[in-house]
């Protein structure tokens, strides 16, 4: 599998062979460096190891905060945090009424 993306190249394997000579063909055909393994695409971060990928948007979301000034916001942990909240405050409305 192969993407272009306006001046990288960005190619998949179902064997190492293939992408030896792929690349080698694509050398000798166009005027091209091999950067190695994808770290970034389009935000995106790629970790990659012979037994698992990895991607995620930590560099991204991380900029943003910056950028809109939220990193003195309170985090929320878990999704069980925020229910004991909403639950906490549903009994002081049902109270207050």
Request: glycine letters at 2%.
């Amino acid at each position: 599998m192969v993407y272009l993306y306006v001046d990288d190249l960005i190619y998949t394997r179902t064997s190492k062979d293939m992408v030896a000579e792929f690349k080698d063909v694509m050398i000798k055909e166009f005027k091209m460096s091999d950067l190695g393994l994808m770290r970034y695409f389009i935000s995106i971060q790629m970790k990659q190891s012979p037994r698992k990928n990895f991607i995620s948007q930590e560099k991204y979301v991380a900029n943003l905060f910056k950028k809109f000034d939220l990193s003195k916001c309170k985090l929320v942990t878990s999704q069980i945090q925020q229910m004991r909240s909403y639950n906490i405050m549903m009994v002081l409305l049902k109270w207050i009424q």
